[in-house]
């Protein structure tokens, strides 16, 4: 069974303090990985797709990365406006995306 | 601007009452599908549409139902066979069969009373 575990369920940091979210993921057939931020009461935003291990993409304080085994997304000296609840997705057969529970980010000033 | 719309953004059903949930998309993709997000778990796939008059059961599609009469919209019906239909459920739309991002909607909560 296709399975995506995100870990910490929740994170607070000090404004600055910077962190990393894992995802990882037992999935018969990796065609790709995607980091989405959600912020309350609204759907998820697109932020980041990873295809093969060792790639790694960036913007602003966020920059992602990807193993066979699981990704990071690494958050540089985080502002309270980061804050948001952070969704990791891999895409296997067809064009499914299956969802990890997310980690929730709180940034204090 | 090209987007998703779900209507409404929220949505009270009594006890025994189907409702629908809309969504309408114009970026021309090709695939829609429905999640249901419940606090402190993943969106869940309830169904899927690659093409117009097809659509597939996702993971929990028990007590909803679906249409894909346009392509550029994909109604989600709530039935009465739902037992717990109180949550966010949100519609999403991609390009089909490509390993490219969903674009997602602004998502209803439903809750029963």
């Known amino acids: 069974e296709d399975q995506v575990t995100q870990s910490p369920e929740a994170l607070r940091l000090q404004e600055g303090e910077s962190s990393s979210l894992n995802c990882s993921y037992t999935?018969?057939?990796?065609?790709?990985l995607f980091w989405y931020r959600q912020d309350p009461g609204k759907g998820p935003e697109f932020l980041f797709t990873?295809?093969?291990a060792g790639e790694e993409k960036e913007k602003e304080r966020l920059k992602a990365t990807l193993t066979k085994k699981e990704s990071f997304l690494h958050i540089t000296a985080p502002k309270p406006e980061d804050s948001a609840t952070y969704l990791c997705?891999?895409?296997?057969?067809?064009?499914?995306?299956?969802f990890g529970a997310g980690t929730i980010l709180r940034v204090k000033s | 601007d090209g987007g998703i719309t779900q209507s409404p953004k929220y949505l009270f059903r009594k006890e025994g009452q189907n409702v629908t949930l809309s969504c309408e998309q114009n970026l021309n993709h090709d695939a829609m599908y429905w999640y249901r997000q419940d606090p402190g778990q993943g969106l869940r796939l309830i169904y899927y549409?690659?093409?117009?008059?097809?659509?597939q059961k996702g993971d929990i599609a028990e007590g909803y139902s679906v249409s894909r009469e346009k392509k550029e919209s994909f109604p989600l019906t709530v039935t009465s066979a739902q037992k717990n239909p109180t949550a966010f459920y949100l519609c999403a739309s991609s390009w089909a069969g490509q390993p490219y991002g969903y674009t997602f909607g602004s998502g209803t909560r439903l809750t029963v009373v």
């Open positions: 999935v018969s057939g990796l065609r790709g």
């Open positions: 549409s690659q093409i117009v008059n097809d659509f």
């Open positions: 990873l295809y093969s």
């Open positions: 997705a891999v895409q296997v057969y067809g064009n499914k995306l299956v």
